[in-house]
């Protein structure tokens, strides 16, 4: 059987993952705009000013389009405080990725990044799919420890493997999780987020 799902909304005590759409546009765009500086830091791509607006009008639409990416506005408390996606679906391999996650400042260090990956990683899985992808610029040291924290296994570095935004060679670390793996995943994050207290 081949893998697949449809692009709705996913909720938790701590998160709801809805399908992007135009009544998330600008508070997205204000939740991007909350931390400027990471996005040149960390991003292959940005969000911010005119780039949201081509992310927006160009990038996103052919991304749905296309299938192979499945954009969410990441609220919590009543707000949008981020956005995160499913890319480069691959129903033919049984794989995806889970990538173009951002949260603002005050959305990080909580239960906010384990709820929704707890979200993603299960609708893949609970779908059929066999391997969940993780791609994070290898600079980037905060996320690579989050990514190994949610339990995903360490592959390598894909060395200078894209071009970024501002014009910088990335080279990136390569995490996944696959079906096996899954349950002991799973238990790990209802575990992290049991000790945050429903609804922390």
């Not at 990441?74 to 049984?94: E, H, Y």
């Amino acid at each position: 059987m081949v893998p697949d799902f449809p692009h709705r909304p996913l909720a938790n005590a701590f998160v709801t993952l809805e399908p992007l759409s135009e009544v998330h546009r600008e508070p997205l765009r204000a939740a991007c705009a909350a931390d400027p500086e990471i996005w040149e830091a960390q991003y292959s791509l940005s969000l911010l000013g005119e780039h949201f607006d081509r992310f927006w009008t160009e990038m996103r639409p052919a991304a749905a389009a296309s299938g192979a990416w499945r954009h969410f506005a990441v609220m919590s408390g009543g707000r949008c405080v981020g956005i995160t996606a499913f890319l480069k679906i691959d129903p033919a391999n049984a794989a995806l990725e889970i990538g173009l996650t951002y949260y603002t400042p005050d959305a990080r260090g909580g239960p906010v990044n384990p709820a929704a990956k707890r979200l993603l990683l299960g609708e893949a899985f609970d779908a059929g799919f066999g391997r969940v992808q993780f791609h994070v610029d290898e600079t980037n040291a905060r996320s690579r420890a989050a990514v190994l924290k949610l339990g995903a296994t360490f592959e390598g570095i894909q060395r200078w493997d894209r071009i970024v935004w501002t014009g910088r060679r990335r080279s990136t670390a390569v995490y996944s999780v696959i079906a096996p793996e899954w349950p002991a995943v799973r238990e790990g994050l209802d575990r992290r987020l049991a000790a945050f207290g429903p609804g922390a």
